[in-house]
């Protein structure tokens, strides 16, 4: 679990009548990582280890994304 950072404002659903809103705040720390990348053996089998190890390097590469400033 990682903590979050961010600002946000919104509704909520089952508002009563007349104004209310929504606000959220928080901070994220941490690089996300992809541990667990579960395949099922049918997709496995017709796909191959070779393509379900590149795709999951795919995807590891898009969250390794980072904005500095």
């Known amino acids: 679990m990682r903590p979050y ?3 946000g404002f919104g509704h909520t659903p089952v508002a009563n ?3 209310s809103a929504f606000f959220d705040a928080g901070v ?4 996300p990582r992809i541990d667990q990348f579960d ?5 496995l089998a017709i ?3 070779a393509a379900v190890d590149q795709q ?3 995807l ?3 969250v390794d994304v980072t904005y500095r400033f």
């Open 5 to 7: 950072l961010g600002i």
């Open 56 to 58: 999951k390097q795919d």
């Open 60 to 62: 590891q590469d898009k």
């Open 28 to 31: 994220a720390f941490g690089r």
């Open 47 to 49: 796909a191959g280890q």
């Open 39 to 43: 395949v099922p053996a049918q997709v």
């Open 17 to 19: 009548k007349g104004f």
